[in-house]
């Protein structure tokens, strides 16, 4: 995931806490929080110790960046968003990781709708 896509610092992540709407599925809870400063859209996951060791949360935070970074194009810009991994996420397979996740952020109303042309 490119940098200017990333949220990292601590106070990113409290704001979208604090300030941001919440929409969930089993898998994951997503905080989203509209912002001004980035022009496309910031992400962030937070993968608890209750999900499992090191290895185990890595390999799902790495898994969902992924996923979201191929999402690009169809996501809303000006956004800050914070996805939580729930543990029953670790028993999906790719396709339906990224089901999980296109579910939870139509939810969230995080997806552009398509422009159809007109005839």
């Known amino acids: 995931m490119q940098k200017r896509l990333r949220l990292r610092k ?3 992540f409290a704001k979208v806490f604090k300030h941001g ?11 989203v929080k509209h912002s001004q400063a ?3 859209f910031r992400f962030g996951v937070s993968v608890s110790k209750k999900v499992g060791n090191a290895v185990v949360r890595n390999r799902m935070r790495r898994r969902v ?3 979201v970074r191929r999402m690009e194009p169809l996501m809303k ?3 800050d968003i914070v996805c939580i991994v729930r543990k029953p996420a670790l028993e999906l397979d790719h396709t339906m990781l990224k089901k999980s996740i296109h579910h939870v952020f139509k939810r969230a109303d995080l997806l552009q709708t398509p422009v159809r042309k007109q005839p």
């Open 10 to 12: 601590k106070e990113d």
């Open 21 to 31: 709407k919440a929409a969930a599925n089993h898998q994951f809870v997503v905080y």
């Open 38 to 40: 980035a022009e496309s």
């Open 65 to 67: 960046k992924e996923i």
């Open 77 to 79: 810009p000006r956004v």
